[in-house]
């Protein structure tokens, strides 16, 4: 069974649980019908923002493992004593997204400053990509001006993307892996290495896991070989 988004009844030696940031969502749902079919294990995943699902992890002290979009939120987990155990699997870096032929005439970064734009940004509170995009604003220096023009914040790249696909938004930053296969709709404009804020996809075992030794195969099977030659079809570059 594929992952799904919903919490299940733990414990069970024949399922694992995964708290899976929203922007992974393509890759990890084809690994959890890869990983049932080879090891008999099912795979469920709850898809959220990743300080969100730190926050489930703890109130619910239970699960395997734990996938955020960057590795800021799994040293956060560490400290509080959630992961024992942890590989890079991919990166994530964000871009700068346009409805097609880009008809707001957007083309570098400093572009989000023109007044009158409608800007579309994660939530730094609720999502990674959020976070890292204040991070990207602050280090070019144009982080209060973008913000004049955001008209919508999203908890989710999955959200971010809608805003612009309804029109709402002329403009938003996000993962460049969450537009993967989306050419008939958007254009990806590329922000500079130098300006930009590129961050590692780690994923962790949980120490609450109740399938310790089950859990750590999973994690080691996102990172195969097999497994980053799922999220390179997904659009993803690999660590």
Known sequence: MACLLLYPQFG??????AYVGDGMKNPMDRIGIVFEEKYGIEVKCNYAGSPVLLKQIEQRRDGDCYMPGSIAYINEAKKKGFVDYEKPVAYHT???????????????LKDLTKPGLKIALGDPKICAIGRVTNIILEKNEIHDEVW???????????????????????????????LFGTADKVDIIEI???????????????????NKEMAKKFVDFVVSDEGKKIFKECGFVTY
Do not use: H
């Not at 871009?95 to 570098?108: D, H, Q, R, S, Y």
């Not at 004049?148 to 892996?177: E, F």
């Not at 500079?192 to 109740?210: A, D, H, M, W, Y």
């Open 94 to 108: 964000p871009a700068i997204a346009v409805f097609k032929e880009n008809p707001a005439k957007i083309g570098v």
């Open 12 to 17: 069970f030696a024949d399922t694992l649980f």
């Open 192 to 210: 500079p290495e130098e300006q930009n804020c590129i961050k590692v996809i780690p994923i962790g075992r949980l120490t609450f896991s109740k």
């Open 148 to 178: 004049k023009n955001v008209v919508s914040t999203a908890k989710s790249p999955s959200d971010l993307a809608t805003y612009l696909y309804m029109r709402l938004a002329d403009v938003t930053i996000t993962w460049k892996s969450s």
